[in-house]
């Protein structure tokens, strides 16, 4: 079965490419399960030269790469460069603090010494979405790769031109070619590489089923995994909130990369003072983006991704209307099977509504009504969701405060909740465990052995 690069906007399929056999697969693991032996011996200078150097051919190739996820995933020229950026300046972090993150720590014990030192595991698989198709896969791979791991890359099927372009970034930076591969494999293969022992970690940014199939494979093997997966994050608007920068930042958080973003704001909480006018400058806010092609540079938003991923979104929003939702902003698809999706805003929202409990990933915004900040907070966590939220608010000792009650990987006060090199990243409940980026990240796919002297 073919591996297929369709452009969302034209539906023009760009590229075909044959998925890999298993034992071509096969073979890739075994070159890689070999390099580790050599790559593990090398310095920390070393492998912080190489990954200067990716970070050097990022920032070059940013426009090239910016094309390719216009292309592929339908990613605006402007958010593709920046993303290409954002991956070279996380290479660039992870060569400058990997020695220091993985530095061997002294511990005071009775023993003469007595330390903790950081060493690789090996074969690292990644199973990486089409959302983020850089980003995504250097979060993982610059601190692997640091650490002195070799990376596995199976990515989403319909970026393959971004997943080749990554793997060829590494090689011409100077990482030995088995250090890095992209594989071009369907789904169907992922569960014999997690069940080959040569494989030692898994890491996978996706969807609930997709981890929880990925973590039931790999605890069968007794494999460590990292597993990132959806999100519905709240951004709570107290009444006291400066509204129109609140209403302005919700815009923008709900149509991150047209709306299909882990941590894109999704579920607006809104005290009831302010409600009203709060869905007014959302919608103005929202009108004011320019939908269109990817590839031209006045375009602020491009389609979704495939189109059978709006016929979804669609759906969703039709069966909480019916279940008693109220549309405040009429968009969504033209007709059917097409992926241009236009931003849409549900208001009237309870329990019991398909709008309420699962993750809308596209731009529809979902605004829920609070009594007052407990009750904000109780709705933030009434979700099965955890990844990240935000609170608004002129009071930051309040707003600390109610950051600290939600139950998320990440909480942001008056601010747009964005990951980022220095801190962690990751969530709690059906959002997954384990944490990307920061010094907990390199750390997550190490051995940290104890060394006890005598």
Same mark, same amino acid.
């Given at each position: 079965m ?6 969302p906007?034209t ?5 075909r490419? $044959? ?6 697969t096969?073979?890739? +693991?075994?070159?890689?399960?070999r390099?580790f032996a ?9 492998r912080? $030269?190489?990954?200067?150097?990716a970070?050097?051919?990022?920032? &070059?190739?940013? %426009?090239?790469?910016?094309? +390719?996820m216009?292309?592929e995933?339908?990613?605006p @020229?402007?958010?593709g ?8 300046l996380?290479?660039d972090?992870?060569? =400058? ?6 530095? %061997? &720590? ?5 023993? $003469?010494s007595s ?5 690789p595991?090996?074969?690292?698989l ?9 980003w *995504? ?6 601190p ?6 070799v ?5 989403a099927?319909?970026?393959? *031109?971004?997943a ?6 590494f ?7 088995? /250090?890095?591969?992209?594989l071009?494999i369907?789904?169907d293969?992922?569960e014999?590489?997690?069940?080959? %022992?040569?494989?030692?970690?898994? /890491?996978?940014?996706?969807? &609930?089923?997709?981890g929880?199939? #990925?973590?039931? /494979? ?19 608007? @107290?009444?006291d909130a400066d509204?129109e920068?609140?209403a ?15 941590i894109?704001?999704? !579920?607006?909480?809104?005290e009831?003072? #302010?409600i009203k ?10 009108l004011?983006l320019r ?18 991923l709006a016929? &979804?979104?669609?759906? *969703? ?19 059917p ?9 549900l208001s009237?929202?309870?329990?019991g509504?398909?709008?309420?409990a699962e ?8 605004v ?6 407990d %009750?904000?907070v !109780?709705?933030?966590?009434?979700s ?6 935000s ?9 600390e405060?109610l950051a !600290?009650r939600?139950e998320a990987?990440?909480?942001?006060v ?6 980022s ?6 969530g709690?409940k059906?959002s ?5 980026l920061s010094?907990?990240?390199? !750390? =997550?796919?190490v051995? *940290?052995?104890s060394?006890?002297?005598?």
């Amino acid at each position: 079965m073919p591996i297929e690069s369709i452009n969302p906007y034209t539906g023009r399929t760009e590229r075909r490419f $044959r998925a890999f056999s298993w034992p071509k697969t096969e073979r890739i +693991l075994g070159q890689t399960h070999r390099a580790f032996a050599d790559w593990r011996t090398t310095t920390f200078e070393h492998r912080a $030269r190489l990954m200067r150097r990716a970070a050097g051919l990022l920032r &070059e190739r940013a %426009d090239a790469l910016a094309r +390719l996820m216009a292309v592929e995933m339908g990613k605006p @020229l402007a958010d593709g460069r920046a993303e290409a950026l954002k991956c070279a300046l996380c290479c660039d972090y992870y060569a =400058e603090h990997a020695a220091g993150f993985l530095a %061997d &720590e002294q511990i005071a014990t009775e023993a $003469r010494s007595s330390f903790i030192a950081y060493e690789p595991l090996g074969v690292v698989l990644a199973v990486m979405p089409w959302n983020f198709p850089f980003w *995504q896969v250097v979060r993982f791979a610059a601190p692997a790769l640091m650490a002195g791991n070799v990376g596995l890359l199976k990515h989403a099927s319909n970026v393959p *031109q971004c997943a080749l372009a990554l793997e060829k970034i590494f090689h011409d930076a100077g990482f030995p070619p088995a /250090t890095f591969r992209t594989l071009l494999i369907g789904s169907d293969l992922v569960e014999k590489l997690i069940e080959d %022992d040569r494989v030692r970690a898994v /890491t996978l940014t996706g969807s &609930e089923p997709a981890g929880a199939a #990925v973590a039931a /494979t790999a605890g069968r093997q007794i494999k460590k995994t990292v597993l990132e997966l959806g999100g519905s994050d709240a951004f709570i608007v @107290l009444a006291d909130a400066d509204l129109e920068r609140a209403a302005k930042t919700a815009a923008q958080a709900r149509m991150i990369n047209s709306g299909q973003s882990c941590i894109a704001a999704k !579920r607006f909480i809104v005290e009831k003072p #302010v409600i009203k006018e709060f869905i007014a400058q959302l919608k103005t806010h929202l009108l004011a983006l320019r939908p269109g092609d990817p590839l031209v540079p006045t375009t602020d938003y491009g389609p979704l991704a495939r189109p059978d991923l709006a016929d &979804e979104l669609t759906e *969703q929003v039709a069966d909480s209307v019916k279940q008693g939702a109220k549309v405040e902003l009429h968009g969504g698809q033209s007709q059917p099977g097409t992926a241009l999706f236009r931003p849409v805003i549900l208001s009237h929202v309870k329990p019991g509504q398909r709008a309420y409990a699962e993750e809308f990933f596209g731009p529809v915004a979902i605004v829920l009504e609070a009594k007052d900040a407990d %009750d904000a907070v !109780r709705i933030a966590n009434d979700s099965r969701f955890g990844l990240g939220g935000s609170v608004w608010t002129r009071d930051l000792e309040r707003g600390e405060q109610l950051a !600290r009650r939600v139950e998320a990987g990440a909480v942001f006060v008056n601010s747009l909740v964005k990951s980022s090199p220095q801190m962690p990243f990751g969530g709690i409940k059906k959002s997954g465990y384990g944490r990307e980026l920061s010094y907990l990240g390199i !750390r =997550e796919f190490v051995n *940290q052995k104890s060394v006890w002297i005598a």
